[in-house]
Each structure stands twice: as structure tokens, then as C-alpha cells.
């Protein structure tokens, strides 16, 4: 069996041995096997046990190549994103018109009744769930009688979920229309307001442009909530379990502070606080955040250990925030190119005192030939490029982030990279001046 096998018999055998691994889990868990009906669950496979999500990871890898070669070089290219560019316009015209949210959670509806009820014209709602049923969202149990799914109740009940849709409809792909002129334009820049964005939204930067258009900037902050929450990225649970945090502070037994810059309203330092009662933290992001964090806060019971601070990360660190045992920062560093991350960590260098650390939590993109799972290196790659339309940003390899530290300071030095298995997308890149 295996490497002398054709390709097509070797991902046939491996897809076997993961779908048996996992089936046995979840028969022998009474769990319920992954399935399209609407009652099925939305993550059918866990990710908590170790040698199942690695099935499962394989088993995505497998059917990927099986997929491939099944279609073939000249078929891939000439139907290149084709019926994914067809079913995100679907997808978003029946978002729009609510239609996720009216078709019932456990009967067929009628087209006729949907038309009604949605005012979407009744031959074209038909043209559009008949086109995203091909890719499992909805299905039409009878003719014109159209029942959910497992994958469209992902979007029924939240508006979150439906962001997600929105987001790569409505910014990511005019963005992407852009992004020759941009690359043509602005081949060296790394400017925020050179962008593919700014090109396709009249010259705005991504956050002024939301300023300007407080909806967008709800339904922005919602899919964002959204893509963080479930099994795509690192939960704060994750990060809490991920770092040895307890190492952080425990040598003076006074308790050491964690300076969470860009912390957002607190969630990654509340998730650690609760887990090491050693540590302090302070949140440090936009003012207006202020309420929002204090509140968490208080719920989680966690006054006089996790504090809010308005601070912008291009200005010095105040008195309060200066030799803190940690400096952390969360998914800032890939949304600005190396110019302006030089100018966050020279105020974050200025501050660190003796034994201080950054912790960054980011992505770090594999070298080639790696091993890294395809599927997972794509998302890593798809961020790279949204990061560059919208921001002029960048993803960076394990080079790239050393490099980003010497260039601030030589005595920078990565001393410990946290990735697979205790982190799913991020890592978690300790760094010292030694
Ligand atoms: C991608 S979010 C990450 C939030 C948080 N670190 C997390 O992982 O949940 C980026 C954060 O940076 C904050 N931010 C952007 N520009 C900032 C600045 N100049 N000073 C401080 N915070 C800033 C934003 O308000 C936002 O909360």
C-alpha cells in the first residue's frame, strides 16, 4: 500500500483509514455523524481530542488532492473560481433579503410563500437557492419546495454568521477587483492609504472609510466576532492554555503584569486571568472601548486584576506600563506593514525592563515545502493577500518576523515559537532582548 500506489489509490486508501478513525470516535463517543440534514451539528467532528482533529485534518488534505486530480488541470483552470464568484453573489442576494432567516428551521417552504414573504421576485430566488443548494446551503425537497440544510441553519439564527458572507462580498472582493492597479500603482508602498481598498472606496483607508459608515463598522465588528468564535482561529481559551503564562510572575510571587496592547475590550486577557490568578493585566486600546471592557470585566469577576487604559500603541508607554513582566499583542503587527511595526515595538522596546517579554500572537507563514497542511496554509495565504488589499499589510514567515525585531533592535531575539498542536492558525511568538 502507499507510495507505489497511483495517487488516486494512495488518497483513496488514507481518506479511508481518517473516515474510519473518525467514524469509530464518534460512534464509540454516541456522537452523531457528520451529515447534511438540518438537525445535524455544526461542528460534527470535535477538535478537543488531538488524534481526531488530526484525522480530520488529514482527511481535509486528502480529499483536497483527490478532488484535484479527479478534475484535472485544464477543467480547474477554465472554471477558475467560477462557481465560487456565482454562489458568494447568490449567497449575499439572499441574505439581503432575509431569506436565511424566513425559510423554517424544521419545514419546507413553499418558493411561492418565500417570494411573499422576502419580496424577492419568485423566479429569481428560485434561480439563486438552486444554485447555493449545489454547494449543500438549502435543498428542494419537492419541486418549488426548498427546506434547510445543516450548512444554510448556519446562518439562520445569527447575524453574525451571515457578516461573513457579507464581508468578503461587500469589501473583500471590490478590494480584490483592485488589487492590479493597486500592485501597478504602488508596487513599493507600504502605506495604509495606498490600498486596493482605498482604490475601490474612494480613496478611504479600511478604518476611516468605517468611520464614515458606523453600519459597516457594526456588521465589520460582527464578522470578526463571528470568524474568531468556533474552530477557525484561536480562541482566547486557547491562547489562556497555549503559553506557560504561569512562568510570567511567579519568581517575585507578587503577581506579574501583562500589558495587552490592541487588546480590543480585554477578551484574551480575561480568558488568561481566569485561568493564572497570578497576574495583572492592563487592556490598552481606543477610549471608546472603555465601557464595553469594564463590563466584561465585572462579569467575569475580575476587578482589580484586569484594568482598561485609552492608549494609542504609536505613543510612549505611561509610567504605568513601563517594565511590565509581558508585553502582548494579539493580531495587531499583521495589520500594519514593517514601517509602522517598527514604530509599535520601538514604544514597546522603550518600556521593557529586566526580564520583560513580548508575547505576539499571530500567524507565522511556513517556509515552502514545510508540511503544513495545504488547506490550512490557504487560509494562512488568504489572510496574507486580504491583509494586503485592505491595508497594505502583510502575513510574515519566521524570517520575516526576526528580521521585523533586529530592525528595531539587534538584541530582539525570538526565544520560543508556540504553534500546532496547542495553536490552530496563530502562533505564539515569545520574544526577549538578550
Ligand atoms: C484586530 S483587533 C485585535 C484586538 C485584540 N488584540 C484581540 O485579539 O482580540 C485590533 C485592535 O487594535 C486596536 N487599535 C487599532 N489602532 C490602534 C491604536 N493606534 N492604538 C491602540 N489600539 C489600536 C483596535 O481598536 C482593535 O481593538
Not at 473518525?22 to 451529515?35: E, F
Not at 490600498?195 to 474612494?202: I, N, P, Y
Not at 497555549?242 to 512562568?247: E, I, R
Not at 521593557?352 to 495545504?374: H, Q, T, W
Request: charged residues 25%; glycine residues 6%; negative net charge.
Amino acid at each position: 500500500m502507499g507510495s507505489n500506489s497511483p495517487p488516486l489509490t494512495h488518497l483513496a486508501q488514507e481518506i479511508a483509514k481518517h473516515v474510519s478513525t473518525i467514524t469509530s470516535y464518534l460512534q464509540s463517543h454516541n456522537l452523531p455523524q457528520p451529515s447534511f440534514a438540518p438537525d445535524a451539528p455544526p461542528h460534527p467532528i470535535p477538535e478537543t481530542d488531538e488524534k481526531l482533529s488530526s484525522a480530520r485534518i488529514a482527511l481535509i488534505e486528502a480529499t483536497k488532492a483527490l478532488h484535484a486530480l479527479a478534475v484535472g488541470p485544464s477543467e480547474t483552470t477554465r472554471l477558475f473560481a467560477f462557481p465560487g464568484l456565482c454562489h458568494l453573489g447568490a449567497m449575499q442576494v439572499l441574505c439581503h433579503f432575509k431569506v436565511p432567516q424566513t425559510v423554517p428551521l424544521d419545514s419546507p417552504i413553499s418558493l411561492t410563500e418565500l417570494s411573499t414573504k422576502t419580496k424577492l421576485n419568485e423566479h429569481v430566488l428560485g434561480r439563486l437557492l438552486r444554485m447555493v443548494a449545489t454547494n449543500y446551503y438549502f435543498v428542494e425537497t419537492n419541486p418549488g419546495y426548498f427546506s434547510h440544510t445543516a450548512w444554510s441553519k448556519t446562518l439562520a439564527p445569527d447575524e453574525k454568521m451571515r457578516q461573513c458572507i457579507w464581508f468578503r462580498h461587500a469589501e473583500l472582493l471590490p478590494a480584490m477587483g483592485k488589487l492590479v492597479a493597486a500592485v501597478e500603482r504602488y508596487p513599493e508602498s507600504d502605506d495604509p492609504k495606498k490600498t486596493a481598498f482605498a482604490l475601490a472606496f474612494g480613496g478611504e483607508t479600511f478604518f476611516d472609510y468605517k468611520e464614515k459608515n458606523p453600519d459597516d463598522m457594526i456588521r465589520f465588528g460582527q464578522f470578526v466576532d463571528a470568524f474568531a468564535s468556533g474552530y477557525v482561529v484561536d480562541s482566547p481559551e486557547n491562547i489562556a492554555r497555549g503559553y506557560p503564562w504561569g512562568d510570567i510572575g511567579s519568581r517575585s510571587g507578587d503577581g506579574g503584569l501583562v500589558v495587552d496592547i490592541g487588546g480590543g475590550i480585554g477578551y484574551v486577557s480575561v480568558a488568561v486571568g481566569k485561568e493564572h490568578g497570578q497576574l495583572r493585566f492592563l487592556v490598552q486600546d481606543f477610549e471608546d472601548l472603555r465601557k464595553q471592557s469594564e463590563v466584561l470585566v465585572v462579569e467575569n469577576r475580575l476587578v482589580g486584576r484586569v484594568k482598561f487604559m485609552a492608549h494609542d500603541f504609536f505613543s510612549s508607554q505611561p509610567e504605568e506600563a513601563r517594565g511590565a513582566s509581558a508585553y502582548f499583542l494579539r493580531n495587531i503587527l499583521h495589520n500594519w506593514s514593517d514601517s509602522y511595526c517598527r514604530k509599535i515595538l520601538k514604544t514597546v522596546v522603550d518600556a521593557m525592563g529586566e526580564g520583560s517579554r513580548i508575547i505576539i500572537c499571530d500567524i507565522v507563514l511556513p517556509e515552502a515545502n514545510s508540511g503544513m497542511p495545504k488547506t490550512q496554509e490557504e487560509r494562512a495565504r488568504a489572510l496574507d493577500m486580504t491583509m494586503l488589499s485592505m491595508f497594505n499589510a502583510k502575513e510574515r514567515s519566521l524570517e520575516e518576523w526576526q528580521a521585523l525585531f533586529n530592525s528595531v533592535d539587534e538584541k530582539l531575539r525570538i526565544t520560543q515559537v508556540i504553534g500546532r498542536p496547542k495553536m490552530r492558525m496563530d502562533c505564539l511568538i515569545e520574544v526577549r532582548l538578550i
